[in-house]
C-alpha cells in the first residue's frame, strides 16, 4: 500500500473501540481509556518529522512483526502510567490492560485471543457477521466477544496490507500472516448480507509416531508392524477422508519412517507439514506451488531424478495429474492426500479432476490412476470429533481386462470400535514387494495373516504407558 492509503488506514481507526467491548464488567472506562491513548498517539505522530518512517512502523506493527508492535506497546504502557489508569477494568479475553487498548486501537481486536498461549493447538477460528468462534475439543465454540461491522472492515484492511496486491474491492481474499496463519475472507455480496466472515486456519501437525497413534486409538496397535514393513517395501499411498480426520497427520508419521537417505521432493499448497523436522538432515526438497505454478514446474518435477514425491494435498486436477505422471514413470513411494468420504470412488474422482483440468478420456484416466496407487488408508471422525479412526484399507490395482479393481484389506466397523483384516494380495503388489525388499515382504504378509486370524481387534485406546510413544 502507499503511504497516503496506509494513513487513510490509520484515520478510519480514529472511531471508538466498540469491536468487542461487549462485556458489562468492561465499562465505558476502558473505551474512554482506549479513545485517550489513540488521540496521544495521533497527537505525537503530528509532530513527527519523518513520515515515511512512521508510516513504515504502523504498517508493520498491523502486519503482526513483534519490533514494531513493541513500539505501540511501549508506549501504550508509558501513557497508562501518565494517565493513572492501571486499574481500568478490561474485557476477560485478554491478557493484559495494555494488550487490551493495542488489540482494540490497532490490533487484532477480539480475535487476537485465539493468537495467544492458550489456543496454541487450536487449528481454525472464524468471524462470521459479528459472532466469533475457537475450536476447541474438535468443535468451533462460540466466544463471549463480538466484533462490529465497522471494526471487521478496519481488521480486513489491515490483513490487505499483508498483500498490497490484493485488491480491496474484491469480494473473496487469501492472505498469509508472518506466522503461517492462513486468513480467507468472504465479504458481500459473495457472504449473505451481514455474514461476512474471516476464517483463520493454522497448521498444526504433530510429529506422531506409529506407537502414539495407536495410544490415540486411530490405528490398532497390531498394526504398527504391517505399517512399518509397508513403508520399507515403499507402496505408493494416498491418504483420503474428509477436512480434520487426521489424514495429512498420518502422511507425516508414515513419512517420518522414511528413510533418510532417499532423496525426496514435497509439493504443498500451504506450508503445512515441516519435513525439515521429521526427516532431520534428508535431502528432501520442500516447495510451495498450486494450480497454474504447479503446472509450470511439473516438467521440472518429471525430470527429478528423486527417490519419491509427496504432493501433500491434491486439491485439483493439475496436482492429480503430476501424481500420476510421475508414477507411470516407475517412481515408488509416493503420497499424497485427497478429500473424499468413498475411497471406492477414489478412481472415478481423481479421473474427473484430471479431465476436467487438462482434458482426456475418463475412463483412460481411471486406469491410469488405479494402476499409479497402490493402498488407499481411508480415515474419519467419530462423534467426539477429537476421535480419528483409520476407517479402511483398500489395495488399489488394474487387473488383465483393464478394470480398476478396489478391494478390502481392513475396514473398522464403528459400531463395534473394532478392525477387521484380510490376508490376500494383490499378485502384482506381491511380485514388486518381493523384488524390492524380500525381507520386509515376508514381515508384511506375516503381520497381514496375524492380523486377518486376530480379527477384529478392538481399539486400545491408552494401552502405552504415560509418555510412550516408540
Not at 110 to 115: D, L, M
Not at 319 to 329: C, D, E, Q, R
Request: some cysteine; charged content about 25%.
Amino acid at each position: 500500500m502507499e503511504p497516503r492509503e496506509i494513513q487513510e488506514y490509520i484515520k478510519s481507526r480514529s472511531v471508538m473501540p466498540d469491536s468487542s467491548v461487549h462485556a458489562q464488567s468492561a465499562g465505558q472506562s476502558f473505551v474512554h481509556l482506549c479513545e485517550q491513548v489513540k488521540q496521544a498517539f495521533f497527537a505525537e505522530w503530528e509532530k513527527e518529522e519523518n513520515t515515511k518512517s512512521l508510516l513504515d512502523i504502523q504498517k508493520k506493527a498491523i502486519i503482526g512483526y513483534e519490533r514494531e508492535v513493541s513500539y505501540f506497546k511501549d508506549r501504550i504502557e508509558s501513557l497508562i502510567h501518565e494517565l493513572g489508569a492501571g486499574t481500568v477494568e478490561y474485557p476477560a479475553w485478554y491478557s493484559s490492560l495494555t494488550d487490551a487498548v493495542y488489540h482494540e486501537n490497532w490490533g487484532l481486536a477480539g480475535i487476537s485471543e485465539w493468537f495467544g498461549t492458550d489456543y496454541t493447538q487450536s487449528s481454525s477460528a472464524k468471524i462470521i457477521g459479528e459472532r466469533i468462534y475457537f475450536l476447541e475439543g474438535g468443535r468451533m465454540a462460540l466466544k463471549e466477544q463480538r466484533i462490529t461491522k465497522e471494526r471487521k472492515q478496519q481488521l480486513i484492511r489491515a490483513f490487505l496490507l499483508v498483500n498490497p496486491e490484493q485488491r480491496s474491492d474484491r469480494m473473496y481474499h487469501e492472505i498469509y500472516l508472518l506466522d503461517g496463519t492462513r486468513v480467507t475472507i468472504y465479504e458481500e455480496p459473495m457472504a449473505k448480507k451481514g455474514q461476512g466472515a474471516i476464517v483463520f486456519r493454522r497448521y498444526i501437525i504433530p510429529i506422531l509416531s506409529f506407537e502414539e497413534q495407536a495410544k490415540r486409538g486411530t490405528i490398532p496397535v497390531e498394526a504398527i508392524p504391517l505399517f512399518r514393513s509397508m513403508v520399507r517395501i515403499g507402496f505408493n499411498v494416498v491418504f483420503l477422508g474428509a477436512v480434520r480426520t487426521a489424514k495429512t497427520t498420518f502422511l507425516a508419521t508414515w513419512q517420518s519412517y522414511e528413510d533418510p537417505a532417499l532423496e525426496g521432493v514435497m509439493v504443498e499448497t500451504d506450508p503445512e507439514i515441516p519435513l525439515h523436522d521429521i526427516n532431520r538432515g534428508a535431502p528432501v526438497l520442500q516447495l510451495l506451488a498450486d494450480g497454474e505454478e504447479l503446472l509450470r514446474i511439473s516438467k521440472s518435477l518429471l525430470r527429478s531424478d528423486a527417490d519419491y514425491f509427496i504432493l501433500a494435498e491434491a486439491r485439483d486436477g493439475i496436482a492429480l495429474s503430476t501424481a500420476v505422471k510421475i508414477a507411470g514413470k516407475g517412481t515408488k513411494r509416493m503420497k499424497l492426500t485427497f478429500h473424499t468420504g468413498d475411497p471406492a470412488q477414489f478412481p472415478l474422482e481423481a479421473a474427473d479432476e484430471i479431465v476436467h483440468a487438462t482434458g482426456g478420456d475418463t475412463e483412460r484416466t481411471m486406469r491410469r490412476v488405479g494402476a499409479a496407487f497402490d493402498y488407499l488408508f481411508h480415515f474419519i471422525q467419530l462423534p467426539d470429533k477429537r476421535q480419528k479412526r483409520l476407517k479402511s484399507i483398500c489395495e488399489m490395482g488394474v487387473d488383465g481386462g483393464g478394470h480398476v479393481s478396489v478391494r478390502v484389506m481392513c475396514d473398522y466397523d464403528v459400531s463395534q470400535d473394532a478392525w477387521t483384516f484380510f490376508p490376500d494380495m494383490d499378485a502384482a503388489h506381491q511380485k514388486y514387494a518381493e523384488e524390492t525388499d524380500p525381507e520386509a515382504f515376508c514381515s508384511m504378509q506375516k503381520a497381514l495373516h496375524a492380523l486377518a486370524g486376530a480379527s477384529p481387534i478392538a481399539s486400545k485406546i491408552g494401552v502405552f504407558a504415560e509418555g510412550e510413544t516408540g
